[in-house]
Structure formats: structure tokens, C-alpha cells
């Protein structure tokens, strides 16, 4: 499983916030307990597993339906605290929450470590150019580059944002804004609450913009 005193922590995640960097600690936690280690999943068997996702977020996790987010790429160690928090109840969904209910720890982590291994596409979501403009300082001015890494990419326990679906974008961070989205440790929460409505738009419009990897 991976170990901050091993992976070196977040990258960049020095130099923001105090509490940009609680969520390294307490997201470890959280998959140790689990049961799973991320050495023993198996790809394969992810990809059986992920039959039943594949109706929403596409056969390998590139979804194409509007406001469901794309997967692939994501870091395992993210998608496997989502399943998590999805079966226990810690994150709400129609869909999601259901799916979760009965999956083991090693279907999470064999779930996690197939995303993981797709390469993701861009959504290709239509931006607006003005308000990507305006997103670009956005992104380092409210530390979204010092937890994502500057390209948005994701890394470790944090997700992969670039090229992600505009729709799923602006709503997962007007929920941040408005405290209602789902939020571990309230770093997003507390990320985006300054942000004002048209802020959150030019955000949103940038990071769809990006390409992943």
C-alpha cells in the first residue's frame, strides 16, 4: 500500500495550506483500515468487475454521458476511498451508493487498480475561451495546482481533474461552494467557498479545457 514516508507526500502539497495537507493522514487511515492492499489488486479482474459501470462511465471508465464523470486515469488510491465512501454510506448517489453496497475490499481496490491502468480521454466539453482565460489563475490562486499538481492530473489520493466533463465540474464545485458535496476532511469545501458563482463557472470551463496527461 502506498506510504507518504515512502512516496515522498503530496507533490507541491508543501507549500499550500495547512489544511491542503491534512487529507494525506487521514486518507491513509482510511485505506488501511479497509483490508485491501493496492499491491494485491488485480487489473483483470477489475475489468471483469467493472461490466456493471460500464453502462454510465464507459467500458473502460472513458464515460460519455453527460454529467457522469470520467474515471479512467484516476489514481487508485482515489477511486478506491470513493467506493468506500459510497458502501458506507459517507457519500450519497442514486446510482453510486446501490452499485457500492455489496462490493468487498478487493473488489474496490481490483475496481481501482483497472481505472487506474486506462488511459483517459477529454471529455471535449464545449468551453467557453473568456472564462478559460479566467480560470487559469483561478487554479493557483485557490491552491487547485498545489494538491492536483499544476497540470490538474491528479496524483496519489487526489483526482485527476484535467479534461474532466464540464456539467460534472460545475456541479461538483458549486456543491464544494455551497457545502453540500461530499467532502472528507473540508479542504475542497473550504477551497471553494471563496469563490463567487462566475468564479466557479471560469474554474470549471478551465479545467474542462485541459488534457489529461
Not at 507533490?11 to 487511515?29: D, H, M, N, Q, T
Not at 459501470?53 to 470513493?82: L, R
Not at 491528479?154 to 481533474?161: A, C, D, F, S, T
Not at 455551497?178 to 469545501?189: I, K, Q, R, V, Y
Request: hydrophobic share 40%; net charge neutral.
Amino acid at each position: 500500500m502506498w506510504h507518504p514516508a515512502r512516496a515522498g507526500g503530496l507533490k507541491g502539497g508543501a507549500s499550500g495550506p495547512p489544511f491542503f495537507r491534512s487529507i494525506e493522514a487521514v486518507l491513509l487511515v482510511a485505506l488501511a483500515l479497509s483490508g485491501a492492499s493496492a499491491s494485491a489488486a488485480d487489473v483483470e479482474a477489475g475489468r471483469r468487475k467493472s461490466a456493471p459501470c460500464a453502462a454510465c462511465h464507459g467500458p473502460d471508465g472513458n464515460a460519455t454521458v453527460p454529467g457522469t464523470p470520467t474515471i479512467a486515469g484516476q489514481p487508485a488510491f482515489f477511486t478506491h476511498w470513493q467506493l468506500i465512501k459510497y458502501r458506507d454510506g459517507r457519500r450519497q448517489d442514486p446510482q453510486m451508493s446501490p452499485a457500492a453496497q455489496n462490493l468487498t475490499d478487493a473488489d474496490m481496490a481490483d475496481l481501482a487498480a483497472f481505472y487506474a491502468a486506462q488511459p483517459p480521454r477529454a471529455r471535449g466539453s464545449t468551453v467557453d475561451p473568456v472564462r478559460v482565460a479566467a480560470g487559469r489563475p483561478l487554479a493557483d490562486r485557490h491552491h487547485c495546482t498545489s494538491c492536483h499538481t499544476p497540470a490538474l492530473t491528479g496524483q496519489q489520493q487526489v483526482p485527476l481533474l484535467a479534461g474532466q466533463d464540464l456539467a460534472y465540474l460545475l456541479k461538483l464545485l458549486h456543491g464544494f461552494r455551497n457545502g453540500t458535496a461530499s467532502d472528507l476532511d473540508g479542504t475542497m469545501t473550504m477551497a471553494a467557498r471563496p469563490l463567487t458563482a462566475e468564479e466557479v463557472e471560469a474554474l470549471a470551463h478551465y479545467i474542462a479545457s485541459l488534457t489529461p496527461r
